[in-house]
């Protein structure tokens, strides 16, 4: 029984269409986040949600958009996708900032 | 602003050795630390963490770690290594504002 997973695992597409990756976790935490993880593997948080609300908006383009239907859940949608985005996108959740988050296993995505 | 510094970009090792690996961070107050593992193609797993009490702080998989304020540091360590520990590493500081700043990792390559 996972405890955060997105789908897809592996998401290729073409340069100018629009993607959707969902992240979900069963752990009862009330905070979400989106990661990205570059070619270098550098980890750069995007978004984070408590409990539905935005809560942090690192310098993203608009082209990324969140959604958090519930806190169990949040999505990530991005329009007219670029070559630069291609990267892995993890999502996370935690209960509370000591405790560390608990990562889902990553969505793999490459623009052609 | 918070920041996390891993000197070693790789680190090679026999398998049987003893490994510690580098991690240096700036935080103006008390920070949160972790160390995370990620092994090809998988999610991040939380190995330790550290907020207050004791500096030598034990984990899974025979991990441990030492804070050392005076040094700003928060190096990760383990008697003997097995090549199943061949993985990226990172260590990471929780930041005010709830987010967690990574490093930019360090990939541990274990000889058999």
């Known amino acids: 029984d996972t405890a955060v997973s997105q789908t897809p695992k592996y998401l290729v597409t073409q340069m100018g269409n629009d993607k959707s990756i969902k992240c979900e976790q069963n752990?009862?935490?009330?905070?979400m986040y989106w990661y990205k993880q570059d070619s270098k593997k550098f980890l750069k948080i995007m978004f984070s949600?408590?409990?539905?609300?935005?809560?942090i908006n690192e310098t993203v383009p608009n082209r990324f958009s969140p959604k958090s239907p519930d806190k169990a859940h949040l999505n990530l949608h991005i329009n007219s996708l670029e070559l630069g985005d291609s990267a892995v996108y993890f999502c996370?959740?935690?209960?509370?900032?000591?405790?560390?988050?608990?990562f889902g296993s990553g969505t793999r995505l490459t623009v052609v | 602003a918070q920041s996390v510094t891993q000197p070693d970009i790789h680190i090679t090792v026999s398998e049987g050795a003893s490994l510690e690996l580098r991690c240096n961070y700036s935080?103006?107050?008390?920070?949160?630390l972790f160390w995370y593992v990620q092994s090809p193609g998988q999610g991040l797993q939380l190995l330790l963490k550290?907020?207050?009490?004791?500096?030598l702080v034990q984990g899974i998989k025979g991990f441990e770690a030492e804070f050392k304020r005076s040094q700003s540091s928060f190096n990760l360590r383990k008697p003997s290594v097995h090549w199943s520990d061949a993985a990226e590493y990172f260590c990471?500081?929780?930041?005010?504002?709830?987010?967690?700043?990574f490093g930019k990792g360090t990939r541990l390559h274990i000889l058999p």
């Open positions: 550290y907020f207050s009490g004791d500096t």
């Open positions: 935080y103006g107050a008390t920070p949160y």
């Open positions: 949600y408590n409990n539905k609300e935005l809560i």
């Open positions: 752990l009862g935490h009330d905070t």
């Open positions: 990471a500081v929780g930041a005010g504002d709830d987010k967690i700043i």
């Open positions: 996370a959740s935690s209960q509370a900032r000591g405790l560390g988050y608990t």
